[in-house]
């Protein structure tokens, strides 16, 4: 897909001409079709999107994933199928259209209302119980870990901000709202081609994408806020690497070099907020595991932390969670891989794992130069909305806070998405993708919301 060129406009403009919102795909799909689609469910959807209108035939076509005639397709994307198809987005056939990614209404709150957004990705794997295997450069799209970091980072108005792992550019784009400029970083080149694609689309000019891992490909800068839903999944790294949710790095170490790195990136006064999964390993409090991540940097930068442990796993639950969500229940390599996992955890001595968000920040109550770090996530409020995607079963836990700082808006409500939400929106959580979408399940060590 480009972004360079008029598709994203055009296609915008079609989208918007049919409709093709938040609000408008929920009062049509309806609470149980709905619902029945965050399980990954499509028929009672089927049943309520027979109409032939250019709004039900985009809701088939990406959510549903069905396909639909030529004609229906035309006359919700006049004059853009073949060129969407040349695109990647759309397959056709004899007088059928299908799609190839998702393209989905997103509604993010910002200081004027909900901004109506659309955000392709990849198909959400497994619907009606399909093979859910995802390729190793799978983009992820909206998932409920991207809604819960969207929720708890800070909306005050920034000059700089970094979206560190930007997969679909759906933390860039709320970003976007609220800063003047935005740098989103990721490896995985079909990522940057859809975070570029998104922000064209959105006809948001102030995102610069650039590739390249983590800090690297901001080496020397600074920004007022970092949010990052890093590949945080915690696993022996024997298996196929799947780029959304494994960092290649043992254990929880990505989260550890992100918060360890992070005061370095950030202005006097700024955050870094940070879903991630932690270790809990035998014996050590995970606060004080988490605290020794905060030291001083080599440079001397001090940074406060604010960390709340939102629900913990015990390693076989981790690893049901994360097999199911890559799609290995029911494979021959099931109880193999299960094994290795589990054994890995044993050897490392993990007893469980963790989810949550974190925030690192420096405010304006805290000394000049002085970097804060907090990690925070709580109960799911969605202020994001895009229609469901399903997702692994996570249990709330109870949040404890580890904090190093006294500063408590991480976990206020503040101007951000997190408080502006109606119950509607939280009914209206991202489906569940695969893995990363996985909840923020909770494993071993870290809280961790889910990638
Ligand atoms: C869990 S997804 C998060 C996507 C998106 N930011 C969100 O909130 O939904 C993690 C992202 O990190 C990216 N990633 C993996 N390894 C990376 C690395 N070494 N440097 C930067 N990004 C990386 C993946 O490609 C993926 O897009």
């Keep these: 897909m480009t972004a360079t060129s008029t598709l994203p406009h055009r296609l915008r403009e079609a989208l ?13 799909l309806g609470s149980t079709a709905h619902a029945a689609l965050a399980r990954n469910q499509t028929a009672p959807g089927l049943a309520r999107t027979a109409d032939g209108s250019p709004l039900a035939t985009l809701t088939r076509l990406f959510l549903l994933q069905t396909a639909v005639t030529r004609a229906e397709a035309e006359a919700a994307l006049p004059d853009l199928v073949d060129r ?3 695109e990647g987005f759309l397959e056709t056939s004899v007088g059928e259209v299908r799609a190839r990614l998702d393209c989905r209404p997103y509604a993010a709150p910002d200081a004027a209302g909900d901004h109506d957004l659309w955000v392709a990705s990849d198909l959400t794997p497994g619907l009606d119980g399909l093979p859910n295997r995802v390729s190793a450069d799978h983009v992820l799209g909206i998932s409920s870990a991207s809604t819960s970091l969207a929720q708890l980072t800070l909306r005050d108005d920034v000059v700089t901000a970094l979206d560190l792992g930007t997969g679909c550019g759906v933390q860039a784009l709320h970003l976007a709202t609220h800063a003047a400029r935005v740098v989103a970083t990721d490896v995985n080149p079909r990522a940057l081609r859809l975070a570029r694609f998104n922000a064209a689309l959105n006809d948001l000019t102030g995102i610069e994408v650039r590739d390249g891992s983590y800090f690297e490909p901001v080496r020397d800068e600074r920004f007022d806020l970092i949010a990052t839903n890093p590949p945080f999944v915690i696993s022996p790294g024997t298996g196929e690497r799947l ?4 960092s290649g790095l043992p254990g929880d170490r990505v989260v550890e070099d992100i918060v360890r790195s992070a005061p370095r990136h950030l202005t006097p006064g700024g955050w870094c907020q940070v ?3 932690w270790v809990i390993t035998d014996g050590t409090p995970w606060d004080e595991r988490l605290a020794g991540w905060l030291g001083p940097t080599e440079e001397g930068i001090v940074s406060d932390a604010f960390v709340v442990q939102r629900e913990v796993l015990d390693p076989a639950a981790y690893v049901e969670l994360w097999l199911a969500d890559e799609g290995a229940a029911g494979t021959a390599d099931y109880l193999r891989r299960y094994d290795t996992w589990l054994s890995w955890f044993a050897d490392q001595g993990i007893e469980g794992s ?4 974190s ?9 000049q130069g002085r970097r804060r770090c907090a990690w925070r996530s709580g109960p799911t409020r969605s202020s994001s909305r895009s229609p469901p995607r399903s997702e692994p079963g996570v249990t709330p836990s109870t949040t404890s806070h580890v904090s190093t700082t006294t500063r408590s808006s991480p976990l206020a409500c503040g101007p951000g998405p997190t408080c502006a939400r109606s119950p509607s929106a939280s009914r209206a959580r991202p489906t569940r993708r695969p893995s990363c979408s996985g909840s923020s399940g909770a494993s071993a060590g870290v809280t961790p919301p889910t990638p």
């Design 16 to 28: 918007s001409a049919a409709g093709f919102t938040y609000d408008a795909v929920a009062d049509l």
């Design 84 to 86: 969407l198809a040349v």
């Design 243 to 246: 780029v959304y949710r494994d």
């Design 275 to 277: 879903l991630a999964n």
């Design 354 to 357: 963790a989810s949550a968000g």
């Design 359 to 367: 925030t690192c920040g420096a405010g304006p109550t805290v000394p």
